[in-house]
């Protein structure tokens, strides 16, 4: 017996001998060894998440990017886009989609990167590149007009398809969104994940553990004032926290500001019914800095402001996003009524009527 633990004490005894002398070495060596676990582990947790929640849509395969959508109702066409770091389930657990379902045909993405969709690296993909995708994806789905609801970041990527594809976007319905460049101290901080390389290691070992220890915070945040509604439960957070949706969600932070750059020039172009909704207590974006400012350059907009709500209006004032979806689509047929009139008492052989200046 004495044999076994002169051996074992031999063992530690070089352990540290290698310790003391090449302790940075070692400290790396053990550092890598960590971070390998640590990747595998949260590989196998994604894997685990995704089979916990399969598809429950279609999907339709665009410009290389595999997208998977959802799809319920009839009637005129109505496609949500949701969040940074979200996935269609917002919407589900809202209520929002079986509401909207009832008198509306209502498409839902997963937008690249986030749920099941997929995010090519090729791509750098901003408001503009998104509202490409999306307008060939549903020109495949046969969609010639559509009401575009965007929340948060999907409000950039709502904006820029009205930009882009007025002939597309009937109206738009635009919750909590981030429409002007600001200074923002915490953009930095969560873009790393996206930095090359050095994002990869970051997201697949250390941010995934992070974001599960900041998840309550973060949630409280986000739905602040009011607490988080019990049906919010049905939101799947273990998609939330894989690496590639944790780096797709850091590569959307970068891009935030430097889009808005471009973005904020082209708001005057905007022509259709537009109904702007903001909790009136949100506290990741300001909105009188954003919402109103939008309100007050677009002449033909709508506001409303959500008295105790916070950034996620969808969840916790399904309703008044429903009713502005509602004055949206409303808008829009006095719109086409207005033109239909204008065009019947239009004479062929009466020239219009011109400014005497």
């Known amino acids: 017996m004495a044999l076994p633990r002169a051996r074992s004490s031999s063992f530690l005894s070089s352990c540290f001998s290698v310790l003391q002398k ?5 400290a790396a060596a053990a550092t890598a060894g960590l971070l390998a676990i640590t990747a595998v582990v949260n590989r196998q947790l994604a894997q ?39 996935m269609i389930q917002d919407f589900e657990s809202s209520g929002l989609i079986d509401l909207a379902a009832e008198n509306y045909r209502v498409i839902v993405f ?7 969709s997929s995010r090519p690296r090729d791509v750098v993909w901003t408001p503009q590149a998104q509202a490409n995708l999306f307008a060939n994806a549903l020109d495949r789905l046969n969609v010639r007009k559509a009401i575009i609801l965007g929340h948060s ?29 600001t200074v923002r101290t915490d953009v930095l901080a969560l873009s790393a994940p996206a930095i090359p390389g050095l994002g990869d290691i970051v997201s697949f070992t ?31 957070k273990e998609m939330a926290v894989r690496p590639s949706q944790i780096r797709a969600s850091a590569a959307e932070t970068a891009l935030m500001i430097p889009a808005t750059f471009s973005s904020a020039k082209t708001y005057d172009e905007l022509t259709m019914p537009i109904i702007i909704i903001a909790g009136e ?3 990741i974006i300001d909105i009188d800095e954003q919402s109103a400012r939008l309100h007050d350059e677009v002449k033909q ?16 004032a399904t309703g008044d996003v429903m009713a502005a979806i509602d004055e949206a689509a409303a808008e829009t047929l006095h719109l086409t009524v207005a033109t239909t009139r204008f065009s019947a008492d239009q004479r062929p052989d009466v020239p219009a009527l011109t400014s005497a200046s």
């Open 206 to 236: 250390i941010s995934p553990i992070v974001s599960r220890l900041m998840w309550p915070a973060m949630l409280h945040k986000m739905f602040g004032p009011r607490s988080v509604p019990q049906k919010f439960a049905g939101f799947p």
């Open 110 to 116: 997963d937008r690249p990167g986030f749920g099941h």
């Open 301 to 316: 907009s709508k506001m409303h402001r959500i008295v105790g709500a916070g950034h996620m209006v969808q969840q916790s």
């Open 48 to 86: 685990k998440a995704q089979r916990d929640n399969p598809p429950k849509g279609q999907f339709i395969e665009v410009d290389g990017v595999r997208l998977h959508y959802v799809e319920r109702g009839a009637g005129r066409t109505l496609v949500l886009f949701h969040g940074n770091g979200s």
């Open 281 to 283: 207590d949100d506290r």
């Open 153 to 181: 970041w999907g409000a950039s990527v709502a904006v820029a398809m009205a930009i882009t594809r007025p002939a597309l976007v009937e109206a738009l319905v635009l919750a909590s969104g981030y429409y002007f460049p």
């Open 22 to 26: 090449y302790p940075v070495t070692t």
